[in-house]
């Protein structure tokens, strides 16, 4: 028997930011709404983004100690973020395929209805929202792409039922 799939409908708020030598050099902000199932342990966050070249539909698969990033549409890319590991993917955008190279340094889950740790980057985000309405995402990593060092990269998701 499978086990049971709950789903619930979600405001999100994305921060994603690139630092270059520890300062902070590009930022962007979503309010986007999605969909979060739960499916025993793995917990799955589906949205849809509107870019210049088109839309993209994103999944993020959430296991305890990793995020799996996939992204149809306008880009296209299946990448697995795991705490101090590094991992290799392909980055397919209108104007060409990137080979992308990942370390993650940071990586913390609070589901909805779970308590966030004191200090968390984007708890203002949550100051209007009861406990068990709100969760989190947040992960960091160091990202090359085709050989060439882009920057740290930090984002943090912020869910709101």
Same mark, same amino acid.
Request: hydrophobic letters at 30%; a neutral charge.
């Given at each position: 028997?499978?086990?049971?799939?709950?789903?619930?409908?979600?405001? /999100?708020?994305?921060?994603?930011?690139?630092? %270059?030598?520890?300062?902070?050099? +590009?930022?962007?902000?979503?309010?986007?709404?999605?969909?979060? $199932? &739960?499916?025993?342990? @793995? $917990?799955?966050?589906?949205?849809?983004?509107?870019?210049?070249?088109?839309? @993209?539909? =994103?999944? /993020?698969? @959430?296991?305890? +100690?990793?995020?799996?990033? @996939?992204?149809?549409?306008?880009? &296209?890319?299946?990448? %697995?973020?795991?705490? =101090?590991?590094?991992?290799?993917?392909?980055?397919?955008?209108? $104007?060409?395929?990137? =080979?992308?190279?990942?370390?993650?340094?940071?990586?913390?889950?609070?589901?909805?209805?779970?308590? *966030?740790? *004191?200090?968390?980057? #984007?708890?203002?985000?949550? #100051?209007?929202?009861?406990?068990?309405?709100?969760? %989190?995402?947040?992960?960091? $990593?160091?990202?090359? *792409? #085709?050989? =060439?060092?882009?920057? +740290?990269?930090?984002?943090?998701?912020?869910?709101?039922?």
């Amino acid at each position: 028997m499978s086990p049971t799939v709950e789903k619930q409908p979600v405001k /999100l708020h994305i921060h994603a930011q690139r630092f %270059e030598h520890g300062q902070p050099v +590009d930022e962007e902000i979503q309010h986007l709404k999605g969909t979060l $199932y &739960r499916k025993g342990e @793995i $917990y799955y966050l589906k949205f849809r983004e509107q870019t210049e070249d088109g839309p @993209i539909d =994103n999944t /993020l698969k @959430i296991e305890q +100690d990793r995020v799996t990033v @996939i992204r149809h549409g306008a880009v &296209r890319m299946n990448h %697995e973020y795991r705490l =101090n590991s590094t991992t290799q993917g392909i980055y397919h955008t209108p $104007y060409g395929a990137l =080979n992308m190279e990942t370390h993650t340094t940071a990586y913390r889950f609070q589901p909805l209805g779970t308590t *966030l740790p *004191l200090g968390s980057e #984007n708890s203002t985000n949550l #100051n209007h929202c009861r406990e068990d309405r709100c969760g %989190e995402l947040h992960w960091a $990593y160091h990202l090359s *792409l #085709n050989g =060439n060092q882009v920057g +740290d990269i930090r984002f943090t998701v912020t869910l709101k039922a």
